[in-house]
């Protein structure tokens, strides 16, 4: 008898790529939003407002979809490592955030592939570094030296980046860590109660740290904050899961160097944040770096772009 063939993702089409780039600048615009935040609500208070309204908001759908929210003994153990490690990467970076621009932020936590990268090549045995992906290492990387090498940084700006820097960091180690246990779970069980648990642990430092709890409440922090909470924490979320359900995660990612455009671009005409040579030098070679790691497959962003320039 004759095996059945695989069954392959779905050629991704106009309307898929077109609403890719659209989640993606959503995603970008995400540390305009948390700076936007911050001036008037407390960094770690701002952090548990956040979840807060993300766990309301992914709960109604989770049971309007009529998704399982039961985890086991051991699925509590492993949700629980994982949520300590995510309260300390999302602290290190809205700290880290609030001492640097949200430009400067968005192209140190876009590292977050690069990191990843060299995690998964010593922890995963079938997840190797290939020729072009140390390419886009070294461009990703060299980005970096650009940005902490502006002679005009001040020491606010070098220990916010050094936060955002580690806290990325942070981030991608639990990120390979998830790569084991995520079989077991619903996707949105993760981002459901790795919220949960981190938010006592946000209000916490927001007791012991925040100066305020909340300064000034206008429409634009208002605004910014159910942005955090409902657009990219929750609709975000199930789009970007959905895609990458039906499409396959090689071409979804694919797209991810929009997000740092998106936030330098905004951080600039939103925030008028000054948009340096060694800023622009650093998301050109960043984004290089994401688009020379991601575009040596099949069925992505190239064969997207070559419709435009056959």
Not at 20 to 32: P, R
Not at 35 to 40: L, N, Q, R
Not at 44 to 53: D, G, N, V, W
Request: proline fraction near 4%; hydrophobic fraction near 55%.
């Amino acid at each position: 008898m004759k095996p059945s063939p695989e069954k392959s993702e779905p050629r991704l089409g106009w309307g898929a790529a077109f609403f890719l780039v659209f989640l993606c600048i959503l995603f970008g615009a995400n540390v305009i939003a948390i700076k936007i935040t911050f001036t008037g609500i407390g960094i770690f208070t701002s952090a548990a407002l956040r979840f807060s309204i993300a766990v309301v908001a992914i709960s109604i759908w989770a049971r309007w979809r009529k998704r399982s929210m039961r985890l086991s003994w051991q699925q509590w153990r492993q949700i629980s490592l994982f949520s300590l490690v995510f309260a300390l990467q999302l602290s290190l970076f809205y700290l880290g955030l609030s001492k640097t621009n949200a430009s400067r932020g968005a192209l140190l936590v876009n590292l977050l592939p690069f990191f990843i990268l060299l995690l998964a090549h010593v922890f995963i045995p079938e997840e190797r570094i290939t020729t072009k992906k140390l390419a886009g290492l070294l461009l990703g990387f060299s980005g970096v030296v650009f940005l902490f090498s502006e002679k005009a940084l001040n020491t606010n700006f070098q220990s916010g980046d050094t936060l955002v820097l580690l806290a990325t960091i942070v981030w991608a180690s639990n990120t390979i860590y998830l790569k084991k246990i995520i079989a077991g779970f619903d996707p949105f069980q993760i981002v459901l109660y790795s919220m949960i648990i981190a938010i006592p642990f946000v209000l916490l430092e927001a007791y012991l740290f925040d100066t305020s709890y909340i300064r000034e409440l206008n429409i634009h922090v208002i605004g910014a904050l159910f942005y955090q909470g409902l657009v990219t924490a929750s609709f975000g979320f199930i789009a970007w899961n959905s895609m990458i359900a039906r499409y396959g995660p090689v071409p979804v990612h694919s797209f991810v160097f929009v997000m740092p455009v998106t936030g330098v671009v905004l951080g600039s005409l939103v925030l008028s944040e000054p948009v340096t040579l060694n800023l622009l030098a650093a998301l050109v070679l960043i984004v290089a770096g994401i688009l020379v790691t991601h575009l040596e497959y099949k069925n992505n962003l190239l064969i997207f772009i070559r419709k435009f320039f056959p």
